[in-house]
């Protein structure tokens, strides 16, 4: 018997994905009785993800991938429109202020959409220590001027919704211009700013590209795989914004005067907060102590007091010398 066609076992496999959960490769070779090979399964299960259908994929003993197609998506196999993901990206803290209004339908349906259509964690909105916004206009002081590029922003898009690989040309100093190849797993706004997360071949790992410093990219015909262990959620968590350093318990003392505004957000997922007798606040979190932590905790001025880890109080107060050395006779 001649071997199927690439379309008539995707459609085996979809039927067998309609009715069953957590299908493995093995599975599917004993479906067709053998006679498809398991490779030629993978690869028709590799173009039904391409095709955007929308399939979770876990990883179980014995490194044994496992297959799960989303029954409720309702939307034809098709590749979104750069600007509408934007839009959603930029709408998103707004949705619950919509809810039950024509409005909010139409963003339910543009999420939905998304959800659907998009690998898990390809989009994402980190507000980092922004807390929710007053009014519908974002004011975001020390966006980037340039502006996003059409020329990259689209081809972006698409190699993530394809899993391709990109060729960038990134600008990380304004004296220094690196060439490499990446595997673009996210898009992330944060801050006004839009970042992609990409994954480097060359040096193993996963690093931020800020858009706005990208000065050329090219997409190529490597089609890559996504690492069905990678989670947006997980590789954000220890941090207070966007970059990284190893988490250490970090406590941070708020007087009265500034308590009320601390205790009314979440400032990170791992946080804890003490209500103490004279009206002041402790802030416990497991975080990276990096410069965007130090940042904010400077921000609050004298109201906030660094108590733990003892390195970091210590760092925080050399800084502090140095910053009031430039403020007194002899300074710059």
Not at 20 to 27: A, G
Not at 243 to 249: F, G, K, S, T, Y
């Amino acid at each position: 018997m001649a071997e199927m066609t690439t379309l008539e076992r995707a459609l085996r496999i979809l039927l067998r994905l309609s009715t069953y959960d957590n299908v493995t490769v093995d599975d599917l070779h004993r479906v067709f009785d053998g006679r498809e090979s398991k490779r030629a399964i993978d690869r028709t299960l590799k173009a039904i993800q391409n095709a955007n259908i929308p399939l979770e994929i876990s990883k179980g003993p014995h490194n044994t991938f496992h297959y799960t197609l989303r029954r409720g998506f309702n939307y034809t196999p098709q590749l979104l429109d750069p600007d509408e993901v934007i839009a959603a990206m930029l709408l998103a803290p707004f949705a619950s202020t919509f809810a039950g209004s024509r409005i909010g339908d139409d963003l339910h349906g543009l999420f939905d959409k998304i959800r659907h259509l998009v690998p898990k964690d390809s989009v994402a909105m980190s507000s980092g220590f922004q807390g929710p916004q007053d009014v519908i206009h974002i004011h975001n002081a020390g966006s980037p001027n340039p502006e996003l590029s059409a020329d990259i922003l689209r081809p972006l898009f698409r190699a993530i919704l394809e899993r391709r690989e990109i060729v960038v040309e990134y600008q990380s100093r304004v004296d220094h211009t690196s060439k490499f190849r990446a595997r673009p797993y996210s898009l992330l706004l944060h801050r006004g700013a839009m970042y992609s997360v990409v994954h480097v071949p060359k040096h193993d790992n996963f690093i931020y590209l800020a858009l706005h410093r990208v000065r050329d990219l090219n997409l190529t015909n490597d089609v890559f795989d996504r690492d069905p262990e990678f989670s947006l959620t997980k590789f954000l968590a220890d941090n207070f914004g966007l970059w990284h350093a190893e988490p250490v318990d970090v406590r941070i003392r708020f007087n009265a005067t500034v308590a009320n505004a601390i205790r009314e957000r979440t400032w990170h997922p791992s946080q804890t907060i003490t209500d103490l007798d004279d009206g002041c606040c402790e802030l416990t979190m497991h975080v990276g102590p990096t410069e965007e932590l130090i940042a904010w905790i400077l921000r609050w001025g004298e109201h906030a007091e660094l108590l733990a880890p003892s390195e970091m109080r210590d760092d925080l107060r050399n800084r502090l010398a140095g910053m009031l050395s430039m403020y007194t006779d002899g300074g710059l």
